[in-house]
């Protein structure tokens, strides 16, 4: 059991909707616009009315340094991190809102399993062993996001993309496993955006399916990313992050239909509207067969 509720699980009846609350000044989309704890505890309120099934917190962001973004993020002490989540974390916890934390720092994770944090997002693909046994000690599902170093696109040449990214997940869930995390509590996110470049997302984004087939729950997070504005049809003017509303909730359904178990998202009511609709075509389908 977590240590404060009942254990999370993947097996859902319909694909799962993590809204994202960016609590950092200097994200890629949404940087500082909920910094203040009113502003963030009133956006997590909203995107769970919109059809969140949960909120993705993160206090530090993961921007890769590149061409798109510059220098990159800016990397926090685990206490400078928790000071920018703690509020929030707390409100979350006083009114049973469920909430994910997004963070690679073991004592970033310790705060927010202690105050009711359902999921771990490692975005650093099983790298500490201190976080991992965090997770495996409170019984919390645990995501591990895919990626290289910091998300860099330099240096990061793959010889075969979808194996070596299997392979990876692979070798960071033995670690997970020998750290005590239950097997059935691990999800895997392929990184999309992370160490990639544009056509290695997109060929990640159309090959999932073989990624599901392997048998962890897959989680997809595309949303606003710069390679959705690489493939946009207007090749001549890639749209900012906000103007990407399309192509990620093309990227949505795109990932419910190759198998995903849940989805990380700005647009929470758009996303949830599409993946509402793909399920009812669907279920009218197999009601044919």
């Known amino acids: ?21 960016n609590l950092t000044p200097d994200s890629f989309s949404d940087g500082g616009l909920y910094a ?37 993020y800016v990397t926090l002490s685990a206490a400078e991190e928790i000071a920018r989540i703690a509020d929030v974390v707390g409100a979350l916890e006083a009114e049973s809102l469920r909430f994910a934390i997004d963070t ?40 591990l996001m895919h990626n290289r170093g910091r998300g860099e696109v330099s240096g990061a040449g ?35 955006g992370f160490a990639k470049s544009a056509e290695d997302s997109l060929r990640l984004l159309a090959e999932l399916s073989r990624i599901v087939e392997i048998g962890y729950p897959v989680y997809v997070g595309a949303s606003r990313k710069s390679f959705l504005a690489a493939h946009t049809v207007r090749t001549n003017q890639r749209p900012e992050p906000t103007g990407r509303l399309g192509a990620s909730v093309a990227a949505c359904l795109l990932a419910a239909q190759a198998g995903a178990r849940a989805v990380r998202v700005h647009d929470v009511e758009e996303s949830a509207q599409a993946l509402a609709l793909d399920r009812a075509t669907r279920a009218l389908r197999g009601a044919r067969c």
């Not at 009133?42 to 921007?63: N, P, Y």
């Not at 105050?115 to 995501?143: F, I, M, Q, R, Y």
């Open 1 to 21: 059991m977590s240590r404060a509720g009942a254990r999370f699980s993947w097996d859902q009846d319909s694909v799962l909707v993590f809204g994202v609350l």
């Open 36 to 72: 203040s704890a009113d502003r963030a505890l009133a956006r997590a309120r909203a995107m769970l009315d919109q059809g969140a099934d949960l909120i993705d917190v993160g206090g530090e962001s993961t921007r890769p340094k590149g061409a798109v973004y510059g220098e990159g």
């Open 104 to 143: 690679t720092k073991p004592e970033v994770a310790r705060f927010a399993l202690e105050h009711g944090a359902e999921v771990v997002n490692d975005t650093s693909c099983g790298a500490s062993p201190a976080l991992l046994a965090e997770v495996a000690s409170s019984g919390a599902a645990l995501v």
């Open 158 to 192: 793959y010889r075969d993309l979808l194996a070596e990214v299997v392979a990876e997940l692979g070798d960071a869930t033995e670690r997970a496993l020998a750290a005590g995390v239950d097997e059935s509590c691990i999800a895997w996110d392929p990184g999309l």
